[in-house]
């Protein structure tokens, strides 16, 4: 067993506060938020249950919380209010505040506008 690997494994909770376990290996009946959203599920307001620590040596370890799978609840359904505030904001973003019109795709915030607008002089060429 490594020293990094020792420093990463206190299944306890003594050292961190919470279990923590190393990368990629957590027990059976915890996931990550990433991991219960791919199986249609949310953390419902339960704390976090553990965690797993990656080294690495230029800055401080790479953290992933870990939640329990028996108490995660069911996502809930997006409603038609819903979508229709996401896409009034999705348009917002695809507007061009120079031109006033749609682009087609996210206008860049570097360049605050469309690319013809924010280049008038290559599009005539």
């Not at 957590?26 to 199986?39: E, F």
């Not at 249950?49 to 800055?59: D, F, G, K, S």
């Not at 019109?101 to 013809?116: F, H």
Request: hydrophobic fraction near 40%.
């Amino acid at each position: 067993m490594s020293a990094v690997w020792g420093k990463c494994f206190d299944p306890t909770g003594a050292r961190h506060g919470v279990p923590t376990f190393p990368w990629r290996c957590a027990p059976d009946g915890y996931a990550t938020l990433r991991q219960l959203r791919a199986r249609g599920l949310r953390p419902g307001g339960q704390p976090i249950a553990a965690q797993v620590l990656r080294p690495r040596y230029r800055r401080g370890p790479l953290v992933a919380y870990l939640y329990r799978e028996d108490l995660a609840k069911q996502v809930r359904p997006m409603t038609a209010r819903k979508w229709a505030a996401l896409a009034k904001a999705n348009a917002a973003r695809r507007t061009c505040p120079a031109c006033r019109r749609d682009a087609g795709y996210v206008i860049p915030i570097s360049l605050g506008m469309c690319v013809p607008c924010a280049y008038p002089d290559d599009s005539a060429a």
